[in-house]
């Protein structure tokens, strides 16, 4: 999943964060 996600990376990264963010 993580190779498939590699091209969105960058942009599934970031929204990753936002929401462990908001979660934190």
């Known amino acids: ?3 498939i996600c590699e ?3 960058q ?3 970031y929204a ?3 929401v462990q ?3 934190l």
């Open 21 to 23: 963010d908001i979660e």
């Open 1 to 3: 999943m993580e190779r």
């Open 7 to 9: 091209c969105h990376n």
């Open 11 to 13: 942009g599934l990264q």
């Open 16 to 18: 990753e964060f936002i």
